[in-house]
């Protein structure tokens, strides 16, 4: 067996996390990619009531309610939010990592824009005066 040193042990054990919270990885049966390329990944998510995902990370996203659902989120730092989203419903939310929980009565639908781009720290002006 090759050695591989402490630090390509680390970055292994490093990328193996990443790789696993990918919910698409975690949750396969949940998450599917509609469309992906340099600047977005687009996810359809369906699950039942009380379907629980494993621990996951998104990115930036923006959240497309294409059904009422209701959800309790477990953030990596334990906290607990309960979201109730109707159909047509669109949701901000920053970068994170969580459990997700359908605690209502009716499938979850949602369509998820996650953003590969990191977010801009500088406000630029692209406006035009003469």
């Not at 990443?18 to 049966?29: E, Y």
């Not at 923006?62 to 959800?71: E, Q």
């Not at 953003?115 to 002006?125: C, I, M, R, V």
Request: proline share 3%; hydrophobic share 35%.
């Amino acid at each position: 067996m090759e050695k591989i040193g402490i630090l390509g042990f680390l970055s292994l054990l490093v990328f193996s996390v990443v790789v696993a919270q990918d919910p698409v990885k975690t949750d396969g049966d949940k998450y599917k990619v509609i469309l992906e390329n340099e600047r977005v990944r687009v996810l359809e998510y369906k699950d039942k009531p009380g379907d629980k995902t494993s621990r996951h990370h998104h990115p930036d996203f923006v959240l497309y309610a294409l059904s009422d659902f209701n959800r309790k989120l477990t953030t990596g730092n334990g906290k607990q939010v309960t979201k109730q989203l109707k159909q047509g419903d669109v949701v901000w939310m920053k970068d994170q990592i969580h459990i997700g929980e359908n605690i209502g009565t009716t499938d979850t639908h949602a369509l998820i824009i996650e953003l590969k781009e990191p977010a801009n720290t500088k406000s630029e002006d692209t406006s035009k005066t003469k």
